[in-house]
């Protein structure tokens, strides 16, 4: 990821220090969070939050947001969205559960905090994004947005139920 800062913090301190913690804030790179539907970043997506010592256990809680301009995968209508993720991960030196998601490891007592703001909301973002939940969409035929009524198309049957149809003509 060429020209992709790296925000990596110094903990070693805070893990000698059992109840303490340290706060963070940066700009998550957006350059390679490209989402179908997300037409640009409007602003910065902002990541705040604070590393805690908890009887050694370290926990980074993060707050992340960005407003974003995005196109409906239904009616195709842009739309400005704010996106918003609050969450957790857990920074050890050793992993005794290579697989656990939610635990990163150490370099030398140092945490990649990019990787994990970047891999929270890789894992977070919807696969589709809609203008709003109840959106009808386009007509597939005459391509009209049913959110502003309905068209002239008329009803097709679904092909599905065809034969099911001629049985019940045969009676």
């Known amino acids: 990821m060429e020209g992709v800062s790296f925000v990596r913090m110094d903990l070693r301190e805070l893990i000698a220090s059992p109840g303490k913690s340290l706060d963070f804030e940066f700009e998550l790179p957006v350059e390679d969070l490209d989402f179908d539907g997300v037409l640009e970043y409007q602003t910065p997506m902002t990541v705040r939050g604070r590393v805690e010592n908890?009887?050694?256990?370290?926990?980074?809680?993060?707050?992340?947001?960005?407003?974003?301009?995005?196109?409906c995968a239904r009616c195709l209508k842009e739309f400005s969205r704010t996106y918003r993720l609050e969450g957790a991960a857990y920074l050890t030196?050793?992993?005794?559960?290579?697989?656990?998601?939610?635990y990163y490891l150490l370099d030398d007592g140092v945490a990649d905090l990019t990787e994990i703001a970047r891999d929270a909301v890789i894992f977070d973002f919807e696969p589709r994004l809609l203008c709003r939940e109840d959106c009808k969409g386009l007509c597939s035929k005459c391509g009209?947005?049913?959110?502003?009524?309905?068209?002239?198309?008329?009803?097709?049957?679904?092909?599905?139920?065809?034969?099911?149809?001629?049985l019940l003509e045969k009676e």
């Open 54 to 71: 908890h009887a050694g256990l370290l926990e980074a809680r993060y707050d992340i947001s960005a407003d974003m301009l995005c196109q």
């Open 93 to 102: 030196e050793e992993l005794e559960d290579e697989d656990n998601a939610d």
């Open 144 to 166: 009209k947005d049913l959110n502003e009524g309905p068209c002239d198309c008329g009803d097709d049957p679904d092909p599905r139920w065809l034969a099911l149809g001629q």
